[in-house]
């Protein structure tokens, strides 16, 4: 989500991740700023790797028509390939002028997407969304379509997303233990409190950077990242992440570990091609 990142950009860091010691690419949504349209990027990703799996994290679901995200993910699903996208995140999203800039409603988002995740399994499952119109393609090449986790934060939305969701996504700014435990901990009595059956898939993620100068580089990200809630909110978060060291980075894993996490993604401040090399290091070491 930085200014001026290329074609070339993209091309390095695609075939970098896919040759390295890494499960997993994501990339979010956002519709303000730099960032480039997750769908585009994620399929452009899926086309030049082979073996990665590919996660959109998350969908901001209730700013769109959810038999179009249907399709979307079908889509890419194919591209990727068999296997290759076990989950996809969806949210609820907290920018309302992302919501403003695209025509959808800020409020009733949290029962919008509770109708909109049937309808995204209904496209999956091959029923018809017009009568006579016949069924929506592509077939996605899991059954039924990938597994759906959960971007919710707080416990009314997780209560709320246990009713659906495969699992939580979990994130934690600075990837602190307390923060990954917290949610996790409201997944699992929500899980339980809905009376499923299964455990739910533990994804978690923080922010961070290998970069030289990194911490500098890390705080001006963050704090442009933030400055659409102002300018004050924007520099007290940049002053709490710091993951911005080996041993930082180290911790962090550590944190993810200790939380349970089944996956963890480190999404990183910068273009530089130094934060895959020296995040492979630090994985060569943890195996």
């Known amino acids: ?30 519709v303000h700023g730099p ?32 038999t179009r995200v249907a399709k979307e993910i079908a889509t890419l699903d194919v591209l990727a390939g068999a296997g290759r996208m076990p989950y996809v995140a969806i949210g609820y999203g907290g920018r309302e002028q992302d919501y403003q800039a695209v025509g959808a409603s800020f409020q009733g988002r949290y029962s919008r997407m509770d109708a909109q995740v049937k309808e995204l399994r209904r496209v999956w499952r091959g029923e018809e969304m017009v009568p006579g119109a016949g069924s929506i393609g592509p077939t996605c090449t899991t059954p039924c379509g990938p597994k759906l986790l959960s971007g919710a934060t707080g416990p009314k939305g997780i209560a709320r997303s246990a009713k659906w969701a495969d699992g939580l996504y979990a994130w934690s700014f600075n990837g602190e233990l307390a923060e990954l435990q917290y949610s996790l901990g409201l997944a699992d009595t929500a899980w339980a409190e809905a009376e499923r059956t299964t455990r739910p898939y533990r994804l978690g993620g923080c922010w961070y950077t290998l970069a030289d100068n990194g911490q500098q580089k890390l705080h001006d990200y963050l704090y442009n990242y933030m400055l659409l809630a102002g300018a004050e909110a924007a520099s007290a978060l940049a002053a709490k992440v710091n993951r911005s060291s080996q041993d930082r980075v180290h911790a962090a894993l550590d944190n993810a570990e200790a939380a349970s996490c089944d996956a963890f993604f480190l999404v990183p401040a910068t273009a530089e091609l130094a934060e895959v090399d020296r995040l492979a290091d630090i994985l060569a070491v943890r195996q």
């Open 35 to 66: 960032a480039m349209d997750m769908r585009i990027l994620l399929a452009s990703a899926a086309s030049a790797t082979r073996r990665i799996e590919i996660c959109p994290t998350l969908y901001v679901l209730p700013m769109h028509n959810a």
């Open 1 to 30: 989500m930085n200014h001026g990142i290329t074609r070339e950009d993209y091309e390095k860091w695609f075939k970098a991740v896919d040759d390295g010691p890494f499960h997993s690419l994501c990339c979010g949504e956002r």
